[in-house]
Nanobody, 111 residues
Framework: QVQLVESGGGLVQPGGSLRLSCKAS????????MGWYRQTPGKQRELVAT???GGSTNYADSVKGRFTISRDNVTLQMNSLKLEDTAVYYC?????????WGQGTQVTVSS
């Protein structure tokens, strides 16, 4: 059984940085892409950043230039954090047959 466990969330001041990681247990067949999504209360989950196995990246406009996704442990480096980055962040790995999601990690940007 595949499980994704996120880590690295927390409380940070505006302008600060956090690094999120996602550890996968189990076997995921035919990984196509990995990424991070986020959700705030009352809103739909939205894409933050994705990385395909071919190396292509896609970032939400709101995080371009500030966030960087990398393959190792699906790391999301978040710099220059803003109040509006506050959300629960979810790791996602898209396999050949199934999408896998973590339980989420809270990121709070507050002064």
């Amino acid at each position: 059984q595949v499980q994704l466990v996120e880590s690295g969330g927390g409380l940070v001041q505006p302008g600060g940085s956090l690094r999120l990681s996602c550890k996968a247990s189990g076997t995921i067949y035919g990984i196509k892409a990995m990424g991070w999504y986020r959700q705030t209360p009352g809103k739909q989950r939205e894409l933050v950043a994705t990385l395909t196995t071919g190396g292509s990246t896609n970032y939400a406009d709101s995080v371009k230039g500030r966030f960087t996704i990398s393959r190792d442990n699906v790391t999301l480096q978040m710099n220059s954090l803003k109040l509006e980055d506050t959300a629960v962040y979810y790791c996602n790995i898209r396999g050949q047959f199934h999408d896998y999601w973590g339980q989420g990690t809270q990121v709070t940007v507050s002064s």
